[in-house]
C-alpha cells in the first residue's frame, strides 16, 4: 500500500516502513494547542522546541566531524542533481507550476558546481544531518505544510529536506542570509572600498561584485550597515548606520553599482575620516554589539604617517572595540601598512590575488564575528518561499569543531537561551562547521502561528533572541590563532602559530552519489517475511500503540537481476537510470538561486526576512531502490 504521512525506512528490514506518528508521538503543536482540555502552553515555548532540535541536531554534527576527520575514503550521498526518487508536484510550488522532491531522504548540492562531488567531510557528514531532520520530520511535519530544514556547510555543500531535484549552479549557502545570522549574529559593518585609478578593469568588477554580495547575502534585519568609497576624496551611502532591512539592502546594493567607478589617487585618511563620522552619528542607532570595517585596497595610501597608525587605534578603541580587517588586492598592494592597521586594531589581514575569490575572503570576517559571541545562540530570519511564495520562518543554529569526539558540543546539554564564554586565557578558537536550520512550519502554519493569541509574543521572543549579544573579549594569541587560520602572510607576531589543518582528503571531491534504480511499484517476487517481523517487533516497542506500517513494494525478480550499474569517472554523481519520460523531462525553476526570496516580502517582524527553498512530493507512483556505491 502506499503511505501517505510521512515514513522512514528501516535499518534492518528494508520493506519496513515507520512514522513516529504511529506510536503516539504527535506533532507538538498539535499536542498543545489542539487537543481538548486546558492548553497549559503559550506560543512561545516553540521557540524552545525548535532550539532544541536543532541542539541535538549540531552535537550529532559536531561529534561526526570529529570522528570522521582523518577520513580517507569518500561516503554516499543523494544529489539534488537528477534527485532519485524525486517527482512532480503542484501543491509544493507556485499556482500553474510543479516542482519535483521527495519526503523519503535529504539531498545535497555541491559548490560551485552541483554537478561535482561535495567535499568528503560535507559527503561524511550528510548521513547524519539526514538521520537528525527526517527524525524530526516524521514527528512534526504535514505534507501539507511547507517547511524545510536545510544545513549550509562553510565548504559549501548545502544539504536539504525535503530532497529537491535542483541542479543550479553556483548556489552558496555561505552567501545567505541565515548563514549569516546564526554564524556571526548582530553587528554594526562598515564595508570600505578604494575606487582609485589603480583599480580599473578586473579589479573594479570585483570590488563592485564583493561590496553588492557582502551586504545583500551576508547581512540581516538584526544587523546595522554603511558602506564608504574613496580615491582622492571619499563619499559615503549614509550618514549613520542603517539596520539591514530587506529594503536598505537593495538600497545600499544600488547607491554601491552606481557609485563604484574607478579613477583619481588612494587617500587613506578620508576614508577613515568618514568611518569615524558614521560610527560617531549614529548613536544608539546600532546593533549595540560587535563592529568591523572592512577595508579593501590595491594602492600605497598617498599619504600615511606613523601619526595616522596612533589616530586610527585610538578611534578603534573609542568607538567600542572596532575590528579592523583589511583586504590587499593584487600584488602592488600595501600590504605593509594594511597588515599593521589590522595588526593594531583587533583584526585580520588578508592578501587577495587578482584569480582569487574577492567576496568569499571578505566574508571570512564570519570566522571573526563567530569568536565574538558565544556559542548555542539560535538565531531567526524571515522569508518567503521562492517556490511557493509561502512566508516562512527559521530557527538557525551554528556547529563548531571539537576537538575530539569525547570533547562536550557547543551546547554541551544546556537550554536553548544559555550560552558560554570563550576562554580568553589561550589560543583557542572555534572553527565553524557549518549552520543548520529548521523552518517553524515544520511544526505549524503561519496561519495556525497567527491564529494565537500569543503571535505577537511569539514575534517579540524572536527578536528579543536575534538581539542578543552577550560579547566575548579575545586574547592577542587567539587573534594571532585566527591570522594564522587565514594565511601565513596575517600573522602579527614572529612566533609561528600551529593551526590543525585537515588531512587532503577531508577536502577532497572523489567519490561518487547514491546508485539509484527506478523501478515499477507493480512487481512480482516480493518476500513480506522481513515486513512482518518488522511489524511484530514494532508492535512489541510501541507496546500495542497502534502501529501503522507502510509496506512498499520493491520488485527484486528472483528471474532476472538489476541491470549492471555503470560507474561514471570519478568525482561525477551517479544519474539515475529508467527515469519515467515525464520525471527526466520536468524542468526546475532556474531565476534566482536557491534560499533567495523572489522579491519585497511583507512580514509581521519590524523588520524583514532572508531565504532558503525546497518542496515536498505527492504519494509515490514510482519506486525507488537506493544502492550505496562502491
Known amino acids: 500500500m502506499l503511505c501517505d504521512t510521512n515514513v522512514a525506512q528501516s535499518s534492518y528490514f528494508s520493506k519496513l516502513f515507520y512514522s513516529y506518528a504511529t506510536c503516539g508521538a504527535t506533532n507538538t503543536f498539535q499536542n498543545w494547542f489542539e487537543t481538548s482540555g486546558t492548553t497549559v502552553h503559550t506560543l512561545p515555548e516553540l521557540v524552545g522546541v525548535t532550539g532544541d532540535y536543532l541542539k541535538s541536531a549540531v552535537a550529532d554534527l559536531e561529534t561526526r566531524e570529529a570522528e570522521m576527520r582523518g577520513r580517507t575514503t569518500p561516503c554516499p550521498y543523494d544529489s539534488s542533481c537528477k534527485c532519485c526518487g524525486c517527482e512532480e508536484n503542484s501543491l509544493w510550488a507556485k499556482p500553474g507550476s510543479t516542482q519535483s522532491i521527495t519526503f523519503e ?11 561535482d562531488n561535495p567535499p568528503v567531510v560535507d559527503q561524511c557528514l550528510v548521513g547524519t544531518i539526514s538521520a537528525s531532520f527526517i527524525r524530526v520530520a516524521l514527528k512534526e511535519a504535514d505534507r501539507s505544510r511547507i517547511g524545510y530544514e536545510y544545513y549550509g556547510s562553510q565548504l559549501g555543500s548545502y544539504t536539504q529536506w525535503p530532497g529537491v531535484n535542483d541542479c543550479k549552479g553556483n548556489f552558496d549557502p555561505r552567501f545567505r542570509p541565515w548563514y549569516a545570522a546564526a554564524a556571526s549574529g548582530p553587528k554594526d559593518v562598515v564595508v570600505v572600498i578604494d575606487i582609485s585609478g589603480s583599480m580599473q578593469g578586473l579589479r573594479i568588477d570585483m570590488a563592485r561584485e564583493s561590496a553588492i554580495r557582502i551586504i545583500n547575502y551576508t547581512l540581516t534585519e538584526a544587523d546595522y550597515a554603511s558602506v564608504v568609497l574613496f580615491s582622492s576624496t571619499a563619499i559615503k551611502y549614509s550618514s549613520t548606520l542603517r539596520r539591514m532591512t530587506e529594503r ?14 574607478d579613477g583619481g589617487t588612494t587617500n587613506f585618511r578620508s576614508a577613515f575620516a568618514e568611518v569615524w563620522n558614521i560610527f560617531g552619528a549614529s548613536g544608539m542607532q546600532t ?30 578603541a573609542e568607538f567600542d572595540g572596532v575590528h579592523l580587517l583589511t583586504y590587499a588586492l593584487g600584488s602592488s598592494a600595501p600590504a605593509a601598512v594594511l597588515k599593521r592597521l589590522a595588526c593594531e586594531n583587533r583584526g585580520v589581514f588578508y592578501p587577495v590575488g587578482d584569480n582569487d575569490d574577492l567576496a568569499f575572503k571578505m566574508a571570512s570576517y564570519y570566522d571573526m564575528m563567530a569568536q565574538l559571541t558565544p556559542p548555542c545562540q539560535p538565531r531567526f530570519t524571515e522569508y518567503t518561499d521562492y517556490y511557493t511564495g509561502t512566508p516562512l520562518l527559521a530557527t538557525c543554529l551554528a556547529a563548531f569543531k571539537k576537538e575530539s569526539p569525547s570533547d562536550p558540543a557547543a551546547c554541551d546539554g544546556r537550554g536553548s537561551g544559555e550560552v558560554e564564554s570563550n576562554s580568553s586565557d589561550s589560543a583557542s578558537t572555534r572553527e565553524l562547521i557549518g549552520v543548520s536550520c529548521m523552518d517553524m512550519s515544520m511544526i505549524a502554519s503561519q496561519q495556525q502561528l497567527q491564529a494565537n493569541a500569543g503571535y505577537q509574543s511569539l514575534l517579540s521572543t524572536y527578536r528579543s533572541m536575534n538581539e542578543q549579544c552577550p560579547k566575548v573579549q579575545l586574547s592577542e594569541q587567539q587573534l594571532e590563532s585566527l591570522r594564522a587560520r587565514a594565511s601565513a602572510q596575517s600573522q602579527c607576531s614572529a612566533a609561528s602559530v600551529l593551526v590543525p589543518t585537515a588531512t587532503e582528503a577531508y577536502n577532497s571531491r572523489s567519490g561518487m552519489a547514491k546508485v539509484c534504480v527506478i523501478e515499477s511499484a507493480s512487481g512480482d517476487g516480493d518476500n513480506p517475511v522481513g515486513a512482518i517481523v518488522g511489524a511484530l517487533l514494532v508492535v ?8 501503522y506500517i507502510c509496506h512498499r513494494r520493491r520488485r527484486q525478480s528472483k528471474k532476472s537481476p538489476p541491470p549492471p550499474v555503470v560507474q561514471p569517472p570519478m568525482g561525477q554523481p551517479v544519474v539515475p537510470t529508467a527515469m519515467p519520460t515525464a520525471q527526466a523531462a520536468s524542468s526546475v525553476p532556474a531565476a534566482i538561486p536557491m534560499g533567495q526570496p523572489a522579491g519585497p516580502v511583507l512580514t509581521a517582524m519590524a523588520y524583514p526576512p532572508a531565504q532558503p527553498v525546497g518542496a515536498l512530493a505527492q504519494p509515490i507512483v514510482v519506486e525507488a531502490k537506493v544502492i550505496d556505491a562502491v
Open 248 to 261: 536598505n539592502r537593495a538600497d545600499a546594493a544600488e547607491w554601491i553599482s552606481k557609485n563604484v567607478r
Open 540 to 547: 512489541f516497542l510501541c507496546g500495542g500503540c497502534g502501529v
Open 287 to 316: 546593533s549595540r554589539c560587535n563592529r568591523v570595517v572592512l577595508f579593501l585596497s590595491d594602492g600605497r595610501p598617498n599619504q600615511w604617517e606613523e601619526q595616522d597608525y596612533t589616530q586610527t587605534a585610538a578611534r578603534t
Open 105 to 115: 531522504h535529504t539531498t545535497t548540492m555541491a559548490f560551485p558546481d552541483p554537478h
